[in-house]
């Protein structure tokens, strides 16, 4: 029997929003006018909307400034006035480089407040609130992302005539890799290196357009290279996470979990016990400094 429209899950994403200051950090908290209540930008999941997009957009509409995600935080999960459940999954978030967004006061937020992290703990009107702060202020407030990127679906390997290399993106695949841009994207901009197949390099190429990243093919990546030794492509992975850029790194079935596994072991953690990826579907680790601060996973067409 299908549930009641009013015990339906109610999905939403926010973000806790931050900067430096010279006292500190602050974050950002939102006045909503309905309820005379003070918390942190959120909003619901639009029909077939990502929730990272979500959390993107809603904290441009509520705040007027264009933010990046950062590390995940817990979820909330609270029951509404209307006795409906609701969840909403939280990203620590700072603004984007160059962002010049301007708060316009509106029907649903009235006024927004940068604070130190004490002073936010105070005025926020909900305990779960507080403890999304709580979280927030025990961790590290920037991290770097390393994204390990599995290809687009590519139809069959005994279906495609030529070399494997230039098996291309089925139909699938190429309205994969045109979500993907986006939402590779709300990490901000990173370097981009792909498999030298056609398959791994068609599912960044729209995101490394998007953001104005050069496209760098890595042999030691490509599964099948004669180069692509894993003793090698887990010492150039460690290289890479020791450079501490936001990089997105795109690669096959078979060595993105051996990939995953070097860079959690160069991040000093263990690898997630369960290090599959559908195809289309990426891994991101946060970094902060030489230690993991956190790991997600995504797929394109939601999770």
Not at 109 to 126: G, I, N
Not at 288 to 298: K, M, Q
Request: net charge neutral; charged share 20%.
């Amino acid at each position: 029997m299908a549930e009641p429209p009013g015990d339906r899950e109610v999905r939403a994403a926010g973000m806790v929003l931050w900067r430096p200051s010279r006292s500190g950090i602050q974050v950002a908290l939102v006045h909503r006018l309905r309820y005379d209540d003070w918390s942190f930008p959120k909003g619901k999941l639009r029909p077939g909307e990502h929730r990272l997009l979500a959390a993107v957009r809603e904290v441009a509409e509520e705040t007027g400034v264009h933010a990046v995600l950062g590390r995940p935080l817990p979820s909330a999960r609270y029951v509404q006035r209307d006795g409906r459940p609701k969840r909403v999954d939280y990203w620590a978030g700072r603004p984007a480089t160059g962002s010049q967004g301007a708060f316009e006061a509106n029907a649903e937020v009235d006024a927004v407040k940068w604070l130190p992290v004490p002073e936010a703990r105070a005025r926020l009107s909900y305990p779960h609130d507080a403890a999304i702060l709580d979280d927030f202020a025990a961790g590290p407030s920037g991290t770097v992302p390393l994204t390990l990127l599995r290809h687009a679906s590519a139809g069959s390997k005994n279906a495609w005539p030529g070399d494997d290399v230039d098996r291309p993106l089925d139909p699938e695949g190429a309205a994969q890799a045109s979500l993907l841009a986006p939402l590779l994207s709300c990490y901000g901009s990173s370097r981009v290196i792909s498999s030298v197949t056609e398959r791994c390099v068609a599912t960044v190429r729209p995101y490394a357009a998007l953001t104005g990243a050069k496209l760098e093919l890595e042999p030691a990546f490509t599964v099948g290279c004669p180069e692509a030794d894993p003793a090698a492509a887990a010492a150039l992975l460690a290289a890479i996470v020791a450079e501490g850029l936001p990089t997105v790194v795109c690669g096959h079935r078979e060595n993105l979990p051996p990939l995953l596994a070097a860079a959690c072991a160069a991040l000093g953690a263990a690898p997630p016990d369960d290090a599959a990826l559908h195809k289309g579907g990426f891994w991101v680790l946060h970094a902060a400094g030489s230690r993991l601060a956190a790991t997600e996973r995504h797929y394109p067409d939601g999770d």
